[in-house]
């Protein structure tokens, strides 16, 4: 069973862009729909909107400059060895991966086992990686959508929390989808951040079961 938390639970958002998905999560906590606290946002670009937004809504903003760790044959794992150290100092419960551009290692993601989540513009596990919108185009599906799962060494591949479908159209180009898609995202994330913070995710191998979920009583099918 789930309990209330004494304290709000301390996230911190990876992001190297404009930080959509990082908006959603914030407005999500400012209405009190998630009971969780942003203590910093963190990226590897310095002109990173989402820094702007954290600037904007009173969050701390970090900047950690990759450039000194170029070159050297653990670059990414030395990175995120820094990443880690302030992740620790800020005493983060979850780490968020929001539009966060690098590839994270071992050091990570066994530091933050089922305690770092990701979001794709895909029903995963189908087109994991990038140009997702395009290939399922190309592939003529009928659906697409968007998933929020943890994150795994292996990219794209951790066990899924949540999904999101939206139907694909004859006319649609991968911009257009992308966008039908995004407005998803952003009902997801914080959906799934939420339910984590009350206790309500479960792990077991590959599957994440939600305590107290409410089932689906319809098929979605498309056409319909």
Known sequence: MSTKRATPLRIAVLASGRGSNLQAIIDGIE??????????????KPDAVALERARKHRVQDIFIDPKPFAGRPDSREAY?????????????ELVLLAGY????TAVLVNAFTNRMMNIHPSLLPSFPGLDVQRKAIEWGCKLAGCTVHFVTEGVDEGPIIIQAAVPVFDRDTPEILAARILEQEHKIYPRAVQLFAEGRLKVEGRRVLIEDGKPVSESLISPS
């Open 31 to 44: 209405a009190g729909q998630v009971p969780a606290q942003l203590v910093a946002v963190i990226s590897n």
């Open 101 to 104: 551009m690098k590839i994270v």
């Open 80 to 92: 995120d060895r820094v990443l880690l150290d302030v992740l620790e100092k800020l005493d983060v």
